[in-house]
């Protein structure tokens, strides 16, 4: 069951730019998180968000989200070529479950 | 510091037979979970578990059973291994307090099944 769907599929950039990447997702949700995975590595938890909160900022991540259109961003502020990786979001899957609905993610290049 | 560790990065096997894959977490998780991970399929729920000896079934369980006989570990079983088991796997732990929802990955295991 697909919840959260990332755009683009995939981003190219030069150093010291700044990624953007969407999620959207279709059913009403109490957080939505970001994970990081570098390739062929585990997920990495970045940051959540909680569906009472609009932005939250991380170090040089910074995460909205927009509970009226079911969509969050992820910015990525004077990216560095150590941030080339794959981001994915997450949502819970409700009704009071444990369980992580994972989006497909975005494949993030940062060119030095 | 929090780990999740699985017993192999990388694992041959031929078809048919019996596959084990261990994870252990150390931060005294209730809930454990498996996922597949496949190009363009993104992360796939195998099987979850909330206490020792439950489990609930993910999203696609078929081919697979997994055993939680100790809160720590947490096996994923593959009863006959066929060639489109080949995947990358992962485990998760996470808790029902503190940082609950976040979730806690091993390194995973690539299978490739012969």
């Known amino acids: 069951s697909q919840q959260g769907e990332e755009d683009p599929q995939a981003l190219s950039i030069q150093e010291g730019e700044n990624a953007t990447m969407n999620c959207s997702y279709k059913t009403s949700i109490n957080n939505l998180q970001w994970y990081r995975q570098n390739s062929g590595r585990g997920l990495v938890h970045l940051i959540l968000?909680?569906?009472?909160?609009r932005e939250k900022h991380s170090g040089r991540l910074r995460v909205t989200l927009d509970t009226s259109k079911k969509s969050s961003s992820l910015l990525i502020t004077a990216s560095r070529a150590a941030d080339t990786a794959s981001y994915f979001c997450?949502?819970?899957?409700?009704?009071?479950?444990?369980?992580?609905?994972f989006g497909k993610g975005t494949k993030l290049t940062v060119n030095p | 510091d929090v780990k999740v560790t699985q017993s192999s990065r990388y694992l041959v096997k031929r078809t048919g037979e019996k596959v084990f894959l261990e994870c252990v977490q150390d931060?005294?998780?209730?809930?454990m979970f498996w996922y597949r991970q496949d190009p363009g399929l993104g992360l796939r729920l195998i099987y979850f578990?909330?206490?020792?000896?439950?489990?609930e079934k993910g999203d696609i369980p078929e081919g697979y059973s997994v055993s939680r006989e100790k809160k720590e570990r947490f096996s994923l079983i593959l009863e006959s291994a066929s060639t489109n088991q080949t995947s990358m796997y992962l485990c998760a732990s996470s808790s029902t307090g503190g940082h609950r929802d976040e979730q806690f990955f091993g390194p995973g295991t690539r299978l490739t099944v012969l």
């Open positions: 931060m005294d998780h209730e809930n």
């Open positions: 578990s909330y206490d020792v000896k439950m489990k």
């Open positions: 968000i909680r569906s009472n909160e």
């Open positions: 997450a949502t819970p899957t409700g009704g009071g479950s444990e369980k992580l609905v």
